[in-house]
């Protein structure tokens, strides 16, 4: 075979952008005549980069032994095309291209992706406002992609991915870099995970769909995402979608380092539905200025089991049976909770260990961290406190910027007694610094409904006392005077 030099190829494609050594370096091709008249073409790039952005795809290698010229066209039908030569995971497929010199449209398909029945076409166009590129593929392998991801730098190093892709997008783009970018990808039996551990999902199906459009000062972000099945952990929080599949939607734009979130809704069938704003500063480390958060819906025991027990599990909370469902609303600043409103609805909350319960719990909390007071009550069924039961009661409490504070003595029966308490106060009730004041009277309760609720032997007569001032402050509990009991009448 007759090796020709590049310049017989290069003297037919269209005049080269003086830019473009911004976008393509160490582009070599040789061509070749065989005895029977075909030309071959191996042609190699060094790297292929997105300008501004630092995404890049190196060691690009395209082999053809027909090509087919016409006065407009370089066509090959059968190519073997590989990205990443050298690498760990090279990415190889079979595939063929058509490059136009006069529209400079450069159309590739690639099929025989891994081992998968996948392909996958790409038109790329270029002209004088710059380059746009289209992009259809289907049972595309997830690993090969995530490598070629990884190649560019659009993924880190130790993230593992598995399952097959759809993909449908067009980016547009310039010298400065992207300019906009329409992607709807599906996924099918994820596996996925990154290397920090705070992203993973598994045996997924994923329908994402999102768009974004880049100036010099402002990217404009939107899209949804649908997880119909499996898993998806993000960072303590791990959703099951196969009991109740979710939606997110979410707009906003990135300025500078402040991402502003419009909105965004995430819906879980019954278990969670809300929406929120917020302002994101991005650098030196991520921080939320300010949220606001409504709670349309949440419902339990899936929104306690899926978003709120990994918070939870070093508490007295971490492991609850629950039932009934809550909603409010929420604002927050980077300095705190400014405002919160939440409604209970016929809550059922039952520690597995059996240190307490609370039935049909129900009523208002608000909460507020400026000047004035916010009223809230709530009231119950019945309840436990290690096997002591206690009955249906109400309380009204008030919240200022600094403190919680019941509005007058409230009565709880206790087996057959009462446990009056006649003040509570919260101070900071939302710092690790709060403080706590609780005072109040125990009336008469049969020592043998005691001795039963505590598994003791039974004692007869009745147990019934005073609480004195009783203060917890800087991790120190202290008496403000005498504890009273009384105990088999004595």
């Not at 000062?217 to 649908?226: A, E, F, K, Q």
């Not at 196969?242 to 879980?268: D, E, F, R, W, Y």
């Not at 609303?329 to 260990?353: C, M, P, V």
């Amino acid at each position: 075979m007759l090796l020709l030099p590049a310049s017989l190829l290069m003297a037919r494609l269209p005049d080269v952008d003086p830019n473009v050594d911004t976008l393509i370096d160490r582009v070599k091709i040789d061509l070749g005549y065989s005895a029977d008249g075909r030309i071959s073409l191996r042609a190699s790039i060094g790297s292929v980069k997105l300008a501004g952005d630092g995404y890049t795809v190196r060691n690009i290698e395209v082999r053809c032994g027909d090509v087919a010229v016409t006065a407009t066209d370089y066509v090959c039908r059968q190519s073997d095309i590989s990205l990443m030569q050298g690498a760990k995971k090279p990415f190889k497929a079979k595939g063929a291209f058509r490059y136009n010199t006069v529209t400079r449209t450069l159309s590739v398909k690639l099929h025989q992706i891994g081992a998968t029945p996948a392909w996958l076409n790409v038109t790329l166009a270029f002209n004088k406002a710059g380059w746009h590129a289209k992009i259809t593929g289907q049972q595309l392998p997830a690993d090969a992609i995530a490598a070629v991801l990884l190649n560019t730098g659009l993924l880190t190093e130790g993230t593992q991915a598995s399952g097959l892709l759809d993909v449908n997008a067009r980016v547009d783009g310039s010298d400065n870099g992207l300019t906009r970018v329409r992607i709807s990808l599906t996924a099918n039996g994820l596996d996925f995970s990154d290397p920090d551990g705070q992203f993973a999902t598994e045996q997924a199906n994923v329908q994402l769909v999102a768009n974004a459009t880049i100036d010099k000062h402002t990217t404009r972000l939107g899209g949804t995402l649908v997880l119909e099945r499996g898993y998806l952990a993000v960072g303590d929080v791990v959703i099951d979608a196969s009991t109740a599949p979710m939606h997110v939607a979410a707009k906003g734009k990135k300025t500078g380092n402040t991402l502003i979130v419009s909105s965004l809704a995430i819906q879980q069938d019954k278990v969670l539905d809300v929406a929120l704003t917020a302002r994101v500063r991005l650098k030196p480390e991520v921080s939320i200025d300010e949220a606001q958060i409504e709670i349309v819906n949440a419902v339990f025991p899936g929104v306690y089991q899926q978003w709120l027990q990994p918070f939870a599990l070093d508490t007295l909370a971490g492991d609850l049976e629950s039932a009934g469902s809550l909603n409010g609303k929420l604002h927050f600043t980077g300095k705190g909770i400014q405002q919160l409103q939440l409604t209970l609805n016929d809550l059922h909350l039952s520690d597995r260990a059996g240190r307490f319960a609370l039935y049909g719990l129900s009523g208002a909390i608000r909460y507020t961290n400026h000047a004035g007071d916010k009223r809230s009550e709530l009231n119950w069924q019945s309840g436990e406190l290690y096997n002591l039961s206690f009955g249906k009661a109400s309380i009204e409490f008030v919240s200022d910027k600094n403190s919680t504070r019941l509005t007058g003595p409230t009565r709880i029966p206790v087996l057959d007694g009462e446990l009056v308490i006649d003040t509570l106060s919260v101070t900071d009730p939302l710092s690790s610094d709060r403080q706590f004041d609780v005072q109040g009277v125990l009336t008469p309760v049969s020592m043998e409904m005691v001795s039963q609720a505590f598994g003791w032997p039974v004692m007869a007569g009745q147990l019934s006392g005073v609480i004195p001032k009783i203060s917890y402050a800087q991790n120190r509990l202290s008496l403000g005077g005498i504890l009273l009991a009384k105990v088999f009448g004595g």
